[in-house]
T-cell receptor, first 112, second 111 residues
Framework: DGGITQSPKYLFRKEGQNVTLSCEQN?????MYWYRQDPGQGLRLIYY???????QKGDIAEGYSVSREKKESFPLTVTSAQKNPTAFYLC???????????FGDGTRLSIL | RKEVEQDPGPFNVPEGATVAFNCTYS??????FFWYRQDCRKEPKLLMS???SGNEDGRFTAQLNRASQYISLLIRDSKLSDSATYLC????????????FGKGTTLSVSS
């Protein structure tokens, strides 16, 4: 089935540790996005990528990094510089301008 | 003014009621609009796309008012299963950018 796969579903990070969240899509979408959602809050854009090997910072990029080496994959690294990483992380992809975005089922990150 | 604003609610309605949510946007150049449904602790799922004046899908109707810069979502004959948070998303009409989401409106339908 076509879709967006995020893994793991739950992730725990120790202080000072970098962790990487995986996002893979087989929808052949050019654009991919990472959002963070805190309890009772809306979606905040972390990074997005319109094409392979190119990405742009969103509203809250500090403490995060991404790569886009393949069209299908857009991993997000939460670095130790992100002091408050506990949140629900959502990856999305889209088929271009004026098209909706479709979401993976998310990764919940907590601090140990 | 925030780019996309929604009344957070909650809207508490009985089964069978009709309920409407509004979403206002600040960028008059925006061309496409979307409503998503998000269940508790789940990802948002696309409910409806709105490209012109409106769109209807069963009990759900979305309308666009460009003059006043808002979109609305009308739910008729509410079901218990409609209880969720409804997110509005707006395309800022700039190539290479992401949708801008509102914070969502929470609906609770009771029997």
């Amino acid at each position: 089935d076509g879709g967006i796969t995020q893994s793991p579903k739950y992730l725990f990070r120790k202080e000072g540790q970098n962790v990487t969240l995986s996002c893979e899509q087989n929808l052949n979408h050019d654009a991919m996005y990472w959002y963070r959602q805190d309890p009772g809050q809306g979606l905040r854009l972390i990074y997005y990528s319109q094409i392979v090997n190119d990405f742009q910072k969103g509203d809250i990029a500090e403490g995060y990094s991404v790569s886009r080496e393949k069209k299908e994959s857009f991993p997000l690294t939460v670095t130790s510089a992100q002091k408050n990483p506990t949140a629900f992380y959502l990856c999305a992809s889209g088929d271009g301008y004026n098209q909706p975005q479709h979401f993976g089922d998310g990764t919940r990150l907590s601090i140990l | 003014r925030k780019e996309v604003e929604q009344d957070p609610g909650p809207f508490n309605v009985p089964e069978g009621a009709t309920v409407a949510f509004n979403c206002t946007y600040s960028n008059s150049a925006s061309q496409s609009f979307f409503w998503y449904r998000q269940d508790c602790r789940k990802e948002p799922k696309l409910l409806m796309s709105v490209y012109s004046s409106g769109n209807e899908d069963g009990r759900f109707t979305a309308q666009l008012n460009r003059a006043s810069q808002y979109i609305s979502l009308l739910i008729r004959d509410s079901k218990l299963s409609d209880s969720a948070t409804y997110l509005c998303a707006v395309n800022p009409n700039q190539a290479g950018t992401a949708l801008i989401f509102g914070k969502g409106t929470t609906l609770s339908v009771s029997s």
